[in-house]
C-alpha cells in the first residue's frame, strides 16, 4: 500500500526566511505527487503536482518542489516566506495505476508557523 | 478551474439522528467523486469512493452501513451519516478529478458535530 511521510509536525519559521517542508513516500511505481494548502477555515488548496518530466515542479503562491525518485521524495520549499503563508501543508499521492479512479493518500500534514 | 461546492458548511446534530452531506461538481462532470474526513489537527482520511451509477466503495474500517454514499448524477455526490454518534463529529470534505490529469478538486468540507 502507498503511504506518504512527513517527518515534521510542526515548523517554525521567519518571516522573509527561507523554507523547506520535506515528504517521503512509499509506493511500487512512478506515483502523481501533489502538495496541498490548508488555512484555518478553508478548504484545500492546490499548490503544485508532480506527474511526470522535468522534476522541479513550480507551483503558485511562489512555491516549488523537487521530486526525487532515489530519495523517494518530494519536498516543498520556497526562497521568502510571508507571513500568510501560516497554514497547514499536506503532501499527497495518488495510483498512477488506477487511472483517476482512487483517492488520494494524504501525509499527516505540517503546520507552518511563520514569526515576525 | 473547476468547483466543488458542499452544503451545509457545517452541522449539528443529535445522537441518533441521521445527516446528509451534499458534495457537488458546479462546472464539470464527475463520475466519480472521494469522501475524506478529517479530524481535528489530523490528516484527511479517504473513507469512500462514491461512483455514479453504481455503489461507493468504500475503506477498509468505514461501516458502509452507518456512511451511506449516493451518487444520483454526473454532478451530486451524498453522504449520509445514519444514527450519528458523538464519535462521528468530524470534517467531512467531498473532492472529485478532473480531467486526465488526475488533479482533484476539493469541496470546502462540511463541520458534523453530534451532541
Known amino acids: 500500500a502507498q503511504s506518504v511521510t512527513q517527518p515534521d509536525i510542526h515548523i517554525t519559521v521567519s518571516e522573509g526566511a527561507s523554507l523547506e517542508l520535506r515528504c517521503n513516500y512509499s509506493?511500487?511505481?512512478?506515483?502523481?505527487l501533489f502538495w496541498y494548502v490548508q488555512s484555518p477555515g478553508q478548504g484545500l488548496q492546490l499548490l503544485l503536482k508532480?506527474?511526470?518530466?522535468?522534476?522541479l515542479v513550480q507551483g503558485i503562491k511562489g512555491f516549488e518542489a523537487e521530486f526525487k525518485r532515489s530519495q523517494s521524495s518530494f519536498n516543498l520549499r520556497k526562497p521568502s516566506v510571508h507571513w500568510s503563508d501560516a497554514a497547514e501543508y499536506f503532501c499527497?499521492?495518488?495510483?498512477?495505476?488506477?487511472?483517476?479512479?482512487?483517492?488520494?493518500?494524504f501525509g499527516k500534514g505540517t503546520h507552518l508557523i511563520i514569526q515576525p | 478551474g473547476a468547483v466543488v461546492s458542499q452544503h451545509p458548511s457545517w452541522v449539528i446534530c443529535k445522537s441518533g439522528t441521521s445527516v446528509k452531506i451534499e458534495c457537488r461538481s458546479l462546472?464539470?462532470?464527475?463520475?466519480?467523486m472521494f469522501w475524506y474526513r478529517q479530524f481535528p489537527k489530523q490528516s484527511l482520511m479517504l473513507m469512500a469512493t462514491?461512483?455514479?451509477?453504481?455503489?461507493?466503495?468504500?475503506e477498509q474500517g468505514v461501516e458502509k452501513d452507518k456512511f451511506l454514499i449516493n451518487h444520483a448524477s454526473l454532478t451530486l455526490s451524498t453522504l449520509t451519516v445514519t444514527s450519528a454518534h458523538p464519535e462521528d463529529s468530524s470534517f467531512y470534505i467531498c473532492?472529485?478529478?478532473?480531467?486526465?490529469?488526475?488533479?482533484?478538486?476539493f469541496g470546502p468540507g462540511t463541520r458534523l458535530t453530534v451532541t
Open positions: 508532480y506527474f511526470s518530466g522535468d522534476t
Open positions: 509506493y511500487g511505481a512512478t506515483p502523481y
Open positions: 473532492s472529485a478529478p478532473q480531467g486526465v490529469s488526475y488533479e482533484q478538486y
Open positions: 462514491s461512483n455514479e451509477g453504481s455503489k461507493a466503495t468504500y
Open positions: 499527497a499521492v495518488v495510483s498512477l495505476l488506477g487511472g483517476g479512479a482512487d483517492g488520494l493518500t
Open positions: 462546472d464539470f462532470q464527475a463520475t466519480t
